[in-house]
């Protein structure tokens, strides 16, 4: 005879029920932790020593923190290594040499000491009075700007900005000195030549 309700037909479960789904889920949670907590301690810990003995997990600071509460000093480096690589330099920059002041020198190129033809080195000479010239003028402008400097200055600044302002004078004064020096320089030898 069969009888109307169909939940008591169905069959109970071969496994016994949720005894064997706990036991298998406390068993992976078991596993798990001894993954991430458990292992090798012991190994660790001897070779994380530094080079003075002190071992760098104590049992004090194991999470990180000190016995008062707060977060424990990390282990720095010595500053001063001994194998410390050299820096790659672009080339284009690699043989400036490092002036007084700290401002790479110019990359001059030297001047020519010979020429295919008396035209070329006439042509030469005339671009680099060309070149002396437009220097002249903006040294003459940057010395034309030094009274209106001076004047907020004096107004403005501090006895130590004036002191400052007067060294930055001499060298404009100097520059335009050497700027007419060149373009002195670079006549003469045109004239010269033709």
Known sequence: M??????????EPAGG???????????ILAVAA????GGDDDKK???????DGQAAHSS?????????????????????????????????????????GMAPAPHKKPEPTSWGS????????????REANRMLEIRE??????????EKIRENGTPEDLAEFQQRKIVVADNLERAQARVQEVQLKLDNLK
């Open 2 to 11: 069969t009888s109307p309700d169909p939940k008591a037909q169905t069959p």
């Open 17 to 27: 029920g949720m005894l064997p789904a706990l036991l298998a889920g406390a068993g």
């Open 34 to 37: 001894l993954f991430i907590f």
């Open 45 to 51: 810990s001897d070779a994380t020593q530094n080079k």
């Open 60 to 100: 004090s600071n194991q999470t990180g923190r000190t016995a008062k509460g707060g977060i424990a000093a990390r282990q720095a480096d010595a500053a001063a290594k001994s194998g410390r690589p050299t820096p790659r330099l672009n080339p284009r920059i690699a043989d400036a040499v490092v002036t007084e």
């Open 118 to 129: 008396r035209d070329e080195e006439i042509i030469y000479w005339e671009d680099q009075l």
């Open 141 to 150: 402008r940057a010395t034309e700007h030094v009274p209106r400097q001076e």
